[in-house]
């Protein structure tokens, strides 16, 4: 059974940093790319981040480049997205998500990942 499984949500001050954990398992993921996306109350998920598990290579919305770094730890199977200087428009429920045919014209859209954790709220406040 495949699972992805997100914690290290929480509360943070403006200005402050979290790192989120999606911890993989039930399948291998070296053919994947695995994606962080936010659903912010009464909108619309979006894409925030994401890592070609082979490779490494990164990928980033517009709203979190210079400020959140995504990566993978192979060993660990478990993908990490650092936020840092957070801002209360941050403030979303987060997911995990992996998908095995990803490219430049789907990175984004939801229906490209064929796995999805249960999402983590983080809150910035102001």
């Known amino acids: 059974q495949v699972q992805l499984v997100e914690s290290g949500g929480g509360l943070v001050q403006a200005g402050g940093s979290l790192r989120l954990s999606c911890l993989v398992s039930?399948?291998?993921?070296?053919?994947?790319?695995m994606g962080w996306f936010r659903q912010a109350a009464g909108k619309e998920r979006e894409f925030v981040a994401s890592?070609?598990?082979?490779?490494?290579?990164?990928y980033y919305g517009d709203s979190v480049k210079g400020r959140f770094t995504i990566s993978r730890d192979n060993a660990k199977n478990t993908v990490y997205l650092q936020m840092n200087s957070l801002k209360p428009e941050d403030t979303a429920v987060y997911y995990c998500?992996?998908?095995?045919?990803?490219?430049?014209?789907?990175?984004?859209?939801?229906?490209?990942?064929?796995?999805w954790g249960q999402g983590i709220q983080v809150t910035v406040s102001s």
């Open positions: 039930g399948r291998t993921f070296s053919s994947y790319e």
């Open positions: 890592v070609k598990w082979s490779s490494g290579f990164t």
């Open positions: 998500a992996a998908g095995r045919s990803i490219w430049d014209w789907n990175r984004r859209s939801l229906r490209a990942y064929e796995y």
